[in-house]
């Protein structure tokens, strides 16, 4: 019967490195299936909450500017925002869903006593075997310390969706990052139109804001310029936050298709030294 000590030291080994998505004191036989499984990153909650704010704001501006119109053309590009959205939330669960681990490591027992140590990796370079999943690694399977599993085709781990980008998803998620720059991109023009609109006719815009909310009786003073106030304060709000992502998403798009054009990945990138990068490395990681 092992001492005390042994015990302590063996279970000691079999903990994975601490990260915000990895369970306090998990071991080396926990491993993330998909992106929605506990805990979250932060930057996956921060993505979830931006995600719920700005598509019900931009929808719920068009709808407005649409009751205030009575435009059968801006009814038809509200019509294809919702569409581009619904197709935008599809491809980005489904991003996030999408088992990427390779198949030889779902049948494979673990090494619960694998010793994770900081700057080692955990597929020997020379023998390509996963101390962790216990299989021979083919070219580009990579064993993401995050997730704690061998994934085939790596390409990075993504923590604003909290899973890995490889290449059972890669596809998917940039028919993701597309369909969400389209989206922010006719976003961004509708509530322009609008505040426009609002600002040029304000008392039109008055009414249409009071009466898309059920108000019987238009109120007066105060009480009418306050709430159109802080309407208009929060539709600036909105079209700043969609500028920053319009922005955010058109640089990862560009990243990627230079990646394409390289015929690189994002970890051969990363492996770059810095002076041969010509692209911000925090883009990479997103």
Not at 10 to 39: C, D, N
Not at 137 to 160: P, Q, S
Not at 168 to 182: D, G, P, T
Not at 203 to 221: C, D, K, M, N
Request: aromatic fraction near 8%; charge should be positive.
């Amino acid at each position: 019967m092992p001492a005390a000590s042994d015990t302590s030291t063996l279970v000691a080994e079999r903990r994975i490195p601490e990260a915000s998505s990895v369970p306090a004191g998990a071991t080396v036989f926990w491993a993330r299936r998909h992106g929605f499984q506990w805990p979250w990153d932060p930057l996956f909650a921060l993505h979830c909450a931006a995600t719920v704010m700005l598509a019900g704001g931009f929808t719920l501006a068009l709808a407005l500017h649409v009751h205030a119109n009575g435009s059968r053309a801006w009814a038809m590009v509200l019509g294809g925002e919702v569409l581009l959205l619904a197709v935008a939330l599809a491809l980005d669960a489904a991003v996030i869903l999408r088992n990427v681990e390779a198949r030889e490591a779902q049948a494979q027992a673990r090494n619960g006593a694998y010793e994770f140590r900081r700057g080692v990796a955990v597929i020997d370079v020379v023998s390509s075997e996963c101390g962790v999943c216990c299989m021979r690694a083919k070219i580009g399977t990579r064993h993401c310390k995050l997730c704690n599993k061998c994934v085939a085709g790596y390409d990075h781990h993504c923590r604003w969706l909290n899973t890995c980008i490889a290449a059972a998803n890669y596809r998917l998620f940039m028919a993701f990052v597309i369909c969400a720059l389209l989206y922010m991109l006719l976003a961004l023009v509708c509530c322009l139109r609008a505040a426009a609109c609002a600002a040029s006719d304000l008392p039109r815009f008055r009414h249409a804001l009071w009466s898309a909310i059920g108000a019987e009786v238009l109120p007066t003073g105060p009480l009418a310029a306050i709430t159109v106030t802080g309407f208009l304060l929060v539709l600036a709000t909105f079209i700043l936050a969609d500028a920053a992502v319009l922005l955010g998403l058109a640089l990862l798009l560009a990243f990627h298709v230079r990646l394409w054009w390289l015929d690189m990945r994002t970890v051969d990138y990363l492996a770059l030294p810095h002076r041969l990068r010509t692209t911000s490395s925090w883009l990479a990681t997103v």
